[in-house]
């Protein structure tokens, strides 16, 4: 089975500071992990996917996250963040052999000016 | 493609009363996926279905729900009798392939009083 822990329910950061979401996964297979972003009152939409090879991904809007497979991390940052980025992100876990995806239960990402 | 389109955006609704909420995917997508989210359970998978075949429905809550898809095009989500705790946000996503990026829809809002 699998499944995803986001630790952070929320994090407030100052505007143009460095952010990291935290992510860790549990899979017994071969796993493809996901970020995704939630704007309000909006459906998810993909920032970034991990599905092989290097380790560290570049994403949409200036995120990035690298996959940790001793440590079974998938933290997502930025180095300078804008209020607009302020929205709630999701990470997923899919595997091998599973194809439904597993969501987190999401960090709220709160930009202040 | 317009994307993943739900109906109706938002829905109220008298416990007791028959609920369902309509699905249109991507086409050429072979996956579709039903969430449901909630503030203190963040996402949960419902169902999922490839071609059309129901692979996974361990998420659904109870025989309360059910789902279907008649088509590549089409897929519906019951609740009968829908209850007070039903209440959440309720999304359809899609993919073509496996372990690829989802594409969701921008939900239904469904509160039963």
Redesign the interface.
């Given at each position: 089975a699998q499944s995803v822990t986001q630790l952070d329910s929320q994090v407030p950061v100052f505007e143009e500071a460095p952010v990291e979401l935290r992510c860790n996964y549990s899979s017994s297979v071969s796993v493809?992990l996901?970020w995704?972003v939630q704007y309000p009152?909006?459906?998810?939409?993909?920032l970034l996917?991990y599905?092989s090879g290097s380790t560290l991904v570049k994403g949409i809007n200036g995120f990035e996250a690298e996959f940790n497979k001793s440590q079974t991390s998938f933290h997502l940052r930025k180095p300078s963040v804008h209020i607009s980025d302020t929205a709630e992100y999701?990470c997923?876990v899919?595997?091998?052999g599973t194809?439904?995806?597993?969501?987190?239960?999401?960090t709220r990402l709160k930009v202040l000016a | 493609d317009a994307g993943?389109i739900q109906s109706p955006r938002h829905e109220v609704t008298e416990m007791g009363q028959e609920v369902t909420l309509r699905c249109k995917p991507i086409s050429g997508h072979d996956?579709l996926?039903w969430?449901r989210q909630t503030m203190m359970?963040?996402?949960e998978?419902l169902i999922?279905f490839?071609n059309n075949v129901p692979?996974?429905d361990s998420g659904m809550p109870e025989d309360r729900f059910s789902a279907k898809m008649p088509n590549a095009s089409f897929s519906t989500l019951k609740i009968q009798p829908s209850e007070p705790r039903d209440s959440a946000v309720y999304?359809c996503?899609s993919t073509y392939g496996?372990?690829t990026?989802?594409f969701?829809?921008?939900?239904t809002r469904l509160t039963v009083v």
């Open positions: 493809y996901f995704y009152n909006q459906g998810l939409q993909l996917k599905l999701f997923a899919s595997g091998s194809y439904k995806y597993i969501f987190g239960t999401g | 993943v996956y996926f969430y359970r963040g996402l998978l999922y490839n692979i996974d999304f996503a496996q372990n990026e989802a969701f829809g921008q939900g």
